[in-house]
């Protein structure tokens, strides 16, 4: 289901942040850092689960400086309703 771009803008324009974009950062680097120290010696698979993660990946993945894989996964429980149902992978 697509949402109307004027309703988009003013959900927007309306929203309250749960925490800072700082927060964020320092957030996804502590959690570089730690998975750096557990994983760096063990070029691990890293799955990224579509389309949630597409940010966070993003912010992540170069921030981990040892050798790795990356792949993903797509599975909704969405489609084209407004409520989850079961997963589709």
């Known amino acids: 289901m697509k949402i109307d771009?004027?309703?988009?803008w003013s959900l927007l324009r309306t929203?309250?942040?749960v925490c800072?974009?700082?927060?964020?950062?320092?957030a996804v680097r502590r959690l570089a850092r730690e998975i750096s120290?557990?994983?760096?010696?063990?070029?691990?698979?890293?799955?990224?689960?579509?389309?949630g993660s597409v940010i966070f990946a993003?912010?992540?993945?170069?921030?981990?400086?040892f050798p790795l894989e990356f792949d993903y996964?797509?599975?909704t429980r969405y489609?084209?309703?407004i409520s989850g149902g079961e997963p589709s992978w």
């Open 20 to 26: 800072s974009a700082a927060a964020v950062t320092d």
């Open 79 to 81: 489609g084209g309703a």
């Open 58 to 65: 993003g912010q992540l993945l170069p921030q981990l400086a």
């Open 5 to 8: 771009p004027d309703k988009a």
């Open 37 to 51: 120290a557990a994983l760096c010696s063990r070029n691990p698979l890293v799955l990224g689960v579509m389309r």
């Open 15 to 17: 929203a309250e942040p």
């Open 73 to 75: 996964l797509d599975v």
